[in-house]
C-alpha cells in the first residue's frame, strides 16, 4: 500500500522530524497545523508497529470536521476504522484513537491509559488541568515493537483558556519544579510559509490582513502577547516591559500585595514625580503562612516605603485566634493600608494607567511600567482574559493568573502620592528632623 501526501514546507518537516519530549507546532491562523498533526499521526503509526497514538480536539465536531472526514478517505485501504470507539487499527499492530475533551471531566476517561504518543490539537482550547492530566497518560504502551521514547505534541494559536500554560512552556520558557528545558521545542508557523494557501486561497489571507489591528498581531503574526478576549489588550511588552535602572532615592516607593495561602504575589513600586509607576521587584510565592510572608516580604524591603497596600479580606478576623491577618502582619512589624476592593472601577483604573502614550519626544510610554525581573506580573497581566458573565470585570479563572495584577489594582486603588522634586523633599527631610528634635526636647 503507498499512501500519498503533499509535500510538506519547511517548518511541517522540522515538525516531523521533532522527538523532543513536548513538541508545539503553529502560532498563528493558516500555518497548516491539522494537516500536519494528521499527517505525522499517520506516518508513526505505519513506522512504527504496535504503537498507540491518541490524537485530540476540544469538541467532537471539531474533530470530525477536521480529522475524522479526512483520514477515513485517507485511510480507506490502509486502517479499519471503528466508528464506535473512534479509532483506526493498522495491521501493524499500531492504532490511532481519537477523542475529544468538551469540559474538564471529559479527560478523566484517559486516565489509567498509556499512549507513546499524544497530540493535542488546538491546545490553548485546552485546560492546564487538562493537558496534565493528559501527561500521566504519555508513557511506554508496552505495546510497541520498537524502541519509542513516548512524546506529546502540541497546535496551537494564541488566545483560548489554555492560553497561559502554552505560553509559559514555549514561549517564555518557565519552568518549575523538574520541568527540563531541553523537554520543549516551539516551531513557529505562519500563513505566509503556507504555499498551498497561498496559492489557492489568497482571499483567506487577505482576510487575516483586514482584522483589526491587535487581532492581526496574534491570528496573522502569532504575537502571543496579544489574543482575542484579552481584557489588558493595551499591554504592548516593547512600552511596558524595561530594563532595571538605579531608582531615585526621592521617589515614593510602595508595597502592593495580594495573599493567601496558595499565593503571596508582592511588589515594590516607585513613583516619580510625574506619577509614572515603576514596578521595580517580585515577590511571588505560594505556600507562606503570615508570619512567613511577613519575613520575606521584610528581608526584602530594604528601602523605606511610605505604605503596604492590601485587599480588605486581611481585616477579617479569624474565629481560631480572633486576629485578622491585618494584626499579625502588624506584629510582624508591616503596617498594611487597607485598599478599596471595587473591581471594575479598579480595572478601569489600571487601564488607564497602562494606555500608551506619546512623550514629549515622541517616544510611546505608560504611566505604570515594569522592571523586566518582574516575572510573573509580565506574564500574568496580559493574560488576563474578559469575564464571560460581566463584560465589565476580568475572568477569575485560571486563579493563578489573577494575583499579581489584583496586587497592582490595590496600589492604584490605594491612591498614591507621587515623589516631591528633590530639593523639596531634602527641605522637607529637614523641616521633619525640625520637628523630631522639638519633640524628643519636649520629652525631656
Known sequence: MILKIQKPYPKQVRFFESRTRYTAYGGAR???KSWAARTKAVLLALNYAGLQILL???????LRENHVNFLQKQLADAAHYKETTKEFLFPNGSRLKLGYCDNERDVLQYQGQAYDVIFMEEATQFTEFQFQTLTESSRASGMCKQPFEPRMYFTCNPGGVGHTWVKRLFIDRLYRGSERPEDYTFIQSLVYENKFLMEHSPEYVRTLENLPEERKKAMLYGDWDVFDGQYFSEFKRDVHVIRPFAV??????????DYGLDMLACYWIALSEQEDAYVYKELYESNLVVTEAAKRITEMTTEQVYAYYAPPDLWNRHSDTGKSTAEIFCDCGIMLVKAQNDRVQGWYNLHEWLRPYEDEQGKTTAHLRIFDNCRNLIRTL????YDEKNPNDCAREPH???HAPDAIRYFIAGRPLPAEPAAQEKQHSAAWDDQVDEIVAFGR
Open 30 to 32: 493558516g500555518g497548516g
Open 400 to 402: 493563578e493568573l489573577t
Open 56 to 62: 485530540l480536539r476540544r469538541t467532537l465536531p471539531e
Open 248 to 257: 531615585p532615592a526621592h521617589w515614593r516607593r510602595y508595597v502592593a500585595m
Open 382 to 385: 496580559p493574560a488576563l482574559q
